[in-house]
């Protein structure tokens, strides 16, 4: 059974699991690493949660406010060893209630054409394609998500 833990950006699992994702996002995003990688760094994260399978850390993910009614969801990743599982789905669910708890009315979200698993996740979950937002706006390889909570 997938445990939920919410936590900070200080979380050693947490930790662990974003050094996986972004060393995975190095290889996928090529030479536009270094341009997705400037914002996605933790100090303006405050809301963290990672899953647990058995005891061991197997996802995670974040929200920060962009906006007074609207969380941005960040560093969500689950290991390869371990999708499949119902994983991200149950991540980005307890992401969206603990956004909603907080009094936001909406999740935003970029992901990258070259993560169509990302892509298909977050459509099975109600996310729709939106036009690009903030840094993401001339961003050709990035696709954007929105939800209503």
Same mark, same amino acid.
């Given at each position: 059974? #997938?445990?939920i833990q919410?936590?900070?950006t200080e979380n050693a699992d947490f930790l662990a699991l974003v050094k996986e994702l972004d060393a995975e996002l190095a290889i996928r995003d090529g030479d536009e690493h270094d341009?997705?990688?400037?914002?996605?760094?933790?100090?303006? #994260?405050?809301?963290v949660v990672v899953a647990y399978l058995d005891g061991v850390a197997v996802g995670?993910?974040?929200i920060k406010e962009y906006s007074p009614d609207t969380m941005e969801v960040k560093r969500m990743f689950v290991p390869l060893s371990q999708r499949g599982k119902g994983i991200a789905t149950a991540v980005l669910q307890a992401l969206e209630t603990w956004a909603k708890e907080l009094g936001y009315a909406k999740c935003i979200l970029e992901t990258? #054409?070259?993560?169509?698993e990302a892509i298909s996740?977050?459509?099975k979950n109600q996310y729709r394609i939106t036009a690009n937002y903030g840094q993401y706006k001339d961003a050709?390889?990035?696709?954007?998500?929105?939800?209503l909570l």
């Amino acid at each position: 059974m #997938i445990q939920i833990q919410r936590t900070s950006t200080e979380n050693a699992d947490f930790l662990a699991l974003v050094k996986e994702l972004d060393a995975e996002l190095a290889i996928r995003d090529g030479d536009e690493h270094d341009f997705y990688d400037q914002f996605n760094k933790l100090h303006n #994260i405050k809301y963290v949660v990672v899953a647990y399978l058995d005891g061991v850390a197997v996802g995670c993910g974040a929200i920060k406010e962009y906006s007074p009614d609207t969380m941005e969801v960040k560093r969500m990743f689950v290991p390869l060893s371990q999708r499949g599982k119902g994983i991200a789905t149950a991540v980005l669910q307890a992401l969206e209630t603990w956004a909603k708890e907080l009094g936001y009315a909406k999740c935003i979200l970029e992901t990258g #054409i070259r993560q169509p698993e990302a892509i298909s996740l977050y459509k099975k979950n109600q996310y729709r394609i939106t036009a690009n937002y903030g840094q993401y706006k001339d961003a050709v390889g990035s696709v954007c998500f929105e939800k209503l909570l």
